[in-house]
């Protein structure tokens, strides 16, 4: 069964008189372990896709499965617990807690979360800066490191309470080209490492090459989907 299974999904957004459809009936099936990035020019709705996906809103029609629960139906007490047990987040512009060091803002989301022991947590914040390369880093603060660096500890603070499925909105835009280019590789890498599914969205054409699953949006649909290796249209 996918992971993420979408049937003809929308999403309106209403403000006065004004409707804007900024997703219009999307379907789509994600298994798990896959490395898929949705991409499209801005306004395509990539965001709203994920943040539906990420329970962070509710859709206007359509039926949505996430790890096997119909998460329509979840009220926001339910899609919180929901989040925090199944779904990471990484974010364009990092989201860093700036009073914390880079071994705090890791351990942030097992305080919230999880019921472990302050030696179980260093243990789990340990390995996943090792597995992301800042061990050395640990004590500094987050405007002492640089925006790869930044986005490092977020992949890591994504991962650190093993969740099926990270979901990361334009995680290199604000990045240099080099830079996001080793930001999707150690996404890649960690998939590899943990078997967890990861999801971005991009606009920038000189990363999309490296997504095992390439949708394309257009003004709110889904107009097309490439295969490593293959293409054929949704
Ligand atoms: P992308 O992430 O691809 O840039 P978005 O999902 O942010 O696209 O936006 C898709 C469309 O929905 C755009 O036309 C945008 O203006 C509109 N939109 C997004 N969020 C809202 C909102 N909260 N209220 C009204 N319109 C919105
Ligand atoms: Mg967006």
């Not at 340990?126 to 800042?134: I, R």
């Not at 996404?187 to 000189?206: A, G, L, Y």
């Amino acid at each position: 069964m996918g992971l993420v299974m979408a049937e003809n999904i929308t999403k309106e957004y209403h403000s006065g008189e004004v409707t804007v459809r900024a997703l219009k009936g999307a379907s789509f099936n994600i298994e798990p372990g896959s490395f898929v990035s949705f991409v499209g020019p801005s306004g395509s709705g990539k965001t709203t896709l994920l943040n539906l996906i990420g329970c962070l809103d509710k859709l206007s029609a359509g039926r949505l499965l996430v790890a096997g629960m119909d998460v329509s139906s979840f009220g926001k007490k339910d899609s919180a617990i929901f989040r925090g047990k199944n779904i990471g987040f990484i974010f364009q512009d990092f989201n860093l807690i700036p009073v914390l060091t880079v071994f705090e803002n890791i351990e942030y989301p097992l305080l919230m979360v999880q019921n472990a022991s302050p030696g179980d947590r260093k243990k789990r914040v340990m390995s996943l800066l090792d597995a992301v390369g800042m061990a050395e880093q640990k004590d500094k603060y987050p405007d002492q490191i640089s925006g790869g660096q930044k986005q490092r500890v977020a992949v890591a603070r994504a991962l650190v309470t093993n969740p099926k499925l990270v979901l990361a909105d334009e995680p290199t835009a604000n990045l240099d080209h080099k830079t996001a280019y080793m930001v999707i590789e150690l996404m890649k890498k960690m998939r590899d490492d943990f078997q967890t599914t990861f999801i971005f969205s991009t606009h920038d054409q000189k990363i999309v090459g490296e997504a095992e699953i390439l949708y394309m949006m257009e003004d709110g649909e889904l107009v097309g989907k490439q295969m490593k290796g293959g293409e054929e249209h949704v």
